[in-house]
C-alpha cells in the first residue's frame, strides 16, 4: 500500500459549486416561505385576473390584459428582486445568518451571486405562471423577447441593489415596514395598473423616473405595442442598477 492513499484531503468545493448549492438553498426557502410566495406569486396573479376580468380601471383603446399583463409581469420582478430579497435578507443580517456564512469558504461575493440567482430563478417561475394566467385571459403580445428579457435583467439589477441597500442598512423590523410600505407605492403610483396619465403632468414626470415604472412602461412599449427596445425605459433601468448596486456594495453591514 503506498503512503497516503486513505489520507484525508479537506478542503472547500470549488467555487462554482458552493453558488450553486447556496442558489439552491436560497432558492428552496423562498418556496417555503408562505409569506413570500403571497408577495411573489399569489398577489400579481390575483391582481392580474382581478383587473382583467372586472372594469375598474380605464386603460384606454384595446383588452385590459394585454395593457395589464407587462405592468404585472413588472410588479413580479420587483416583489422578488426587492421586496423579498430585502426582507428575506434583512432577517439573514439580524440572525447572524450572514455573518456565519461569510466565514465560511464561500466568499461574500459569491454569496451575492447565489442570492442573485436564486431571484433570476423565481422570476422564472413567476413569468411563467403570469403568463400561463395572461394566455387564459386572451392575451397577445408582440415584440422581440430579447428586448424583453434585456428590460427584465436590467429591472432586477435596479431592484436587486436597492433591495440590498435596504437590507444592509437598516433594522430588520424596518426593512420589513419600509420594503412592504414602498411595494404599495409603487403598485399604485409606478405605471403597474393606473396609467401614469392618469396622474398630473408634473407628477408624470417625476414617476416615470422609478424603476418600476420604467420597466412596466418599457415592457408595455415591447408586448403591448410592438416596439423595438425602449433606450429611455433602458437607461433609466440601468442608472438605477449602477446607484443601487454602487450603494450597496458600499455601504452594506454584514453585521
Known amino acids: 500500500m503506498s503512503a497516503g492513499t486513505f489520507t484525508p484531503n479537506p478542503g472547500a468545493a470549488p467555487v462554482s459549486r458552493m453558488i450553486l448549492a447556496q442558489t439552491a438553498l436560497e432558492t428552496r426557502m423562498l418556496l417555503r416561505n408562505g409569506e413570500q410566495l403571497l408577495l411573489t406569486v399569489i ?13 375598474i380601471i380605464d386603460v384606454g383603446t384595446g383588452k385590459s390584459v394585454d395593457f395589464l399583463a407587462p405592468g404585472i409581469l413588472a410588479l413580479a420582478v420587483m ?27 464561500l466568499p461574500r461575493w459569491a454569496l451575492m451571486a447565489a442570492k442573485t440567482l436564486s431571484v433570476l430563478v423565481t422570476e422564472v417561475l413567476q413569468i411563467a405562471l ?20 434585456l428590460l427584465i435583467l436590467l429591472g ?16 430588520a423590523e424596518a426593512t420589513l415596514a419600509a420594503a412592504n410600505l414602498v411595494f404599495l407605492l409603487l403598485l399604485v ?16 414626470s417625476v414617476l416615470g423616473l422609478l424603476p418600476i415604472s420604467a420597466l412596466s412602461d ?14 429611455g425605459d433602458a437607461a433609466v433601468l440601468a442608472a438605477w442598477a449602477v446607484l443601487g448596486l454602487g450603494a450597496a456594495a458600499r455601504w452594506f453591514r454584514w453585521e
Open 189 to 204: 403610483g409606478g405605471g403597474v395598473i393606473v396609467p401614469l396619465d392618469k396622474f398630473p403632468g408634473a407628477v408624470q
Open 156 to 171: 432586477t439589477a435596479a431592484f436587486s441593489g436597492l433591495g440590498l441597500l435596504m437590507a444592509g442598512t437598516l433594522r
Open 130 to 149: 403570469l403568463t400561463v394566467i395572461a394566455f387564459a385571459l386572451g392575451w397577445s403580445p408582440h415584440g422581440n423577447p430579447l428586448s424583453v428579457a
Open 43 to 55: 398577489i400579481p396573479a390575483l391582481l392580474l385576473v382581478l383587473f382583467s376580468a372586472v372594469d
Open 218 to 231: 418599457g415592457l408595455r412599449e415591447v408586448l403591448q405595442h410592438g416596439a423595438a427596445l425602449p433606450w
Open 79 to 105: 416583489s422578488t428582486a426587492f421586496t423579498g430579497q430585502a426582507i428575506a435578507t434583512g432577517f439573514d443580517r439580524r440572525y447572524g445568518v450572514l455573518k456565519r456564512l461569510g466565514a465560511s469558504p
